[in-house]
């Protein structure tokens, strides 16, 4: 019978969730933000995303087949997020740039520790 986790893992780890759903949905504003034109916004928005959940499977997440060795995890980690705060930061969505960057920062102990 194995012990259940302790209360603050499963916080850390529903932060974790959260900043990385945070992610996704920061890159799709970006996207849209940055692309002039319904059509190319709209292509933008779902490109980004999709490009950011790709390399997240396959070198970040815990059941990826190649996933990267921290500190190369991390680098991968810094980069995405770091690009979404710095697209919403330049797409003048400066609050959610804030919040992205604080999720991050308090799920990412969870991330190193194999979550």
């Known amino acids: 019978m194995s012990t259940p986790p302790a209360p603050g893992v499963g916080v850390l780890a529903g932060v974790r969730l959260l900043s990385e759903l945070a992610l996704v949905t920061a890159l799709a504003f970006v996207g849209a933000a940055l692309a002039d034109g319904a059509v190319l916004s709209a292509l933008v928005a779902l490109a980004l995303p999709m490009l950011a959940v790709a390399v997240w499977g396959m070198f970040v997440a815990p059941r990826a087949r190649r ?19 710095a697209g919403l930061l330049y797409s003048g969505y400066v609050a959610f740039a804030v919040v992205l960057a604080v999720l991050y920062a308090v799920g990412a102990p969870h991330g190193r520790a194999g979550g």
């Open 67 to 85: 996933r990267l060795d921290d500190p190369a995890r991390l680098v991968v980690e810094v980069l995405l997020f770091g690009a979404a705060v």
